[in-house]
Every structure is written in structure tokens, then in C-alpha cells.
């Protein structure tokens, strides 16, 4: 059977590409038997009726899922933060990596508007971004007005599904759109074409740039740990897998267990104070969650 991706999920159909041609597919009742929704993202074997229509027959097993958006599959999220206009937070941030790095996807930090700072400005992001770049993460620097900003970030999306994540106002939009510089013209002829007036269907798409495929839609809206346990939260700070491996006790998890590696790496310094303080404001927000039944 021949196989492709699902690329575009609207109004009941799913766009497979397979190599260079795109077949629209229908579910049929199989899925929904299963209780399978197929997502953009899937690898589908499908079955081709004519030249561009056909059907889904299967789904591959997924190696992750988001929920908003509805994509599987996800390689890569692109965190979005901006140098200023908003401030940037590293409490946010860490929100994000965590968020990200528990769904086993990997991050790429991306500092944007870098042409608003003055030099003063432009040591103190440098700080942190060396910082973050310490405990193994990858730190672009880019702004949506240099020619060459985006330049650095189009070889990380080669060949990987990508998602971008990020606070409203950091220029997520003005990325993609630099990315291609269609996509808006598209964006504009697929909701008049789809002509509905007042109901328009609400829609993910995966959008080629060179080999590598990017949402339309930024991910990871809802930051709550709702899906994370407590004792798998070290192991989405890169750096506590590190020194805890130091630490007197198995499953130790740093906070007021004796012999701590990761406690003595936050009294030399190794790792910054605040990385710890959002970990036990992480710790006691999972703690304290409610159960779900
Ligand atoms: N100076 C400067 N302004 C930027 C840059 N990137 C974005 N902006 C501006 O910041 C504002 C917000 O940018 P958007 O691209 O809409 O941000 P967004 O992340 O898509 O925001 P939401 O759609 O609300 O999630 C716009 O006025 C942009 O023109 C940049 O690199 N430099
Ligand atoms: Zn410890």
C-alpha cells in the first residue's frame, strides 16, 4: 500500500503527500470505530481511488501528540522570545522547555526583536542566552527587520517536523511569514474559497520550507503540567539529570533529600538560582494539582 503524511486536515479530509503529489483521503468509519482521530502529522498507508482522491487505511504509531494543535509527530518546537516588547521571562521559558521537553520534543530557543535593545540591553539577553546555552540548548538570535534574521533558524528546520511556541506578541506570525512570504496570500484565499461567511473551520497545516515541514499553528497554548508526574519533572531539566547524578540517593528529587548533587550545584553556582526556584515552583504546582479520575 503506498504511504504518505497527512499535511492538511479540513472538512473531513485528510491531504496526504506522498513524494510530489498530494491525494485527498476520507477517514471512512474505520477511525471512528477505533476512536482514532487521524491527526496532520500521521504517517497513513492509504488506498488511491483516481489520480488525487483515495482513502486512509492505517496509521503509523505516533511518537508524540499535541492536543492544541492537533498535530503527531511533533521533532521540534521553535520557543519564540522576545528580547523586549514583552520582557523576557525566564520563568516562562522554562515553563515552555519543560512543557516541551516532557512531550519528547526537542526545543530550539529562539531570542526575537534583538534589534530593539540598546547595547546595555543586548549584554544582560547575551547573559542568559549563554546561560541556557550551558545546559545544552540551542539559542538563536533574530529579529524579523535584519535581512539575514532568519537565516540561522531555516537549517534547524530541515527535514523535521517543527512547531513554534511562544507568548502573544513576540513575533511568531512575523517569523512564518519571513519563512514564506505566501503564506498570507494563502492564508486569505483559503478562507474566501472556503466561503462560509461567519463559520469558518478552524484548520492546521503543514507548511514546507526547504525539506522540513512547519505548523501554521502555535503550539503549546495551555501551560499546565496536566500531564506530568512529579517524579518525571528532573528529567526535564537537562542539567539536574547531570549533577544529580551525584546525589546520595536514587530517585532523588532535590528537594529536601541530604547529599544532594543538585542542591550543592545550586550553592557553587552551576546551576543559576533561578533555574532551581522554578523547579520547586514547578514541584509544588504538580504537588498540589488536583487529582483526575
Ligand atoms: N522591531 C521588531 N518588531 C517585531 C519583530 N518581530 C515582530 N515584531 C513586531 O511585534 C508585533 C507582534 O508580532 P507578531 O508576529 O504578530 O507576534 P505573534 O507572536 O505572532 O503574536 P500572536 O499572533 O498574538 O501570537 C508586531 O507589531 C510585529 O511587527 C522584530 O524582530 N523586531
Ligand atoms: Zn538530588
New binding site residues.
Given amino acids: 500500500m503506498p504511504e504518505g503524511k497527512i499535511m492538511k486536515a479540513l472538512s473531513g479530509f485528510y491531504y496526504v503527500k506522498d513524494k510530489d503529489r498530494v491525494i485527498r483521503c476520507r477517514g471512512r468509519g474505520l477511525f471512528r470505530k477505533k476512536k482514532i482521530t487521524p491527526l496532520v502529522g500521521d504517517y497513513v498507508e492509504y488506498q488511491a481511488e483516481n489520480d488525487g482522491e483515495g482513502y486512509l487505511l492505517d496509521i503509523d504509531e505516533r511518537k508524540n501528540e499535541l492536543t492544541r494543535p492537533p498535530i503527531a509527530n511533533v521533532d521540534q518546537a521553535v520557543l519564540?522570545f522576545?528580547a523586549i516588547?514583552p520582557d523576557f521571562s525566564t520563568s516562562l521559558l522554562d515553563r515552555f522547555l519543560i512543557l516541551v521537553e516532557s512531550h519528547h520534543i526537542d526545543p530550539l530557543i529562539c531570542i526575537?526583536?534583538?534589534?530593539?535593545l540598546t547595547d546595555e540591553q543586548t549584554k544582560k539577553i547575551e547573559q542568559l542566552a549563554k546561560q541556557y546555552e550551558k545546559i545544552g540548548y540551542t539559542v538563536l538570535r533574530?529579529?524579523?527587520?535584519?535581512d539575514d534574521?532568519m537565516a540561522t533558524l531555516t537549517p534547524h528546520l530541515e527535514e523535521k517536523i517543527t512547531v513554534?511556541a511562544?507568548?502573544?506578541?513576540?513575533?511568531?506570525?512575523?517569523?512564518?511569514?519571513a519563512l514564506r512570504p505566501d503564506l498570507e496570500l494563502r492564508t486569505d484565499q483559503i478562507s474566501s474559497s472556503l466561503g462560509r461567511g461567519k463559520h469558518t473551520t478552524r484548520h492546521v497545516e503543514l507548511l514546507s520550507i526547504g525539506s522540513g515541514l512547519v505548523a501554521d499553528t502555535?503550539g503549546f497554548s495551555a501551560l499546565e503540567f496536566s500531564e506530568l508526574e512529579l517524579d518525571e519533572l528532573p528529567s526535564c531539566f537537562p542539567e539536574m539529570v547531570h549533577y544529580g547524578e551525584n546525589c546520595k540517593f536514587r530517585g532523588c528529587l532535590h528537594m529536601n533529600e541530604p547529599k544532594c548533587g543538585v542542591k550543592l550545584a545550586v550553592e557553587s553556582e552551576d546551576i543559576p538560582a533561578y533555574r532551581y526556584k522554578h523547579y520547586q515552583q514547578f514541584y509544588d504546582e504538580i504537588k498540589s494539582r488536583k487529582p483526575r479520575y
Avoid at 533574530?142 to 535584519?146: D, L, N, T, V, Y
Fill in positions: 519564540v522576545s516588547e526575537s526583536k534583538m534589534d530593539l533574530s529579529s524579523a527587520i535584519w534574521g513554534f511562544g507568548q502573544s506578541g513576540v513575533g511568531k506570525s512575523s517569523i512564518l511569514n502555535p
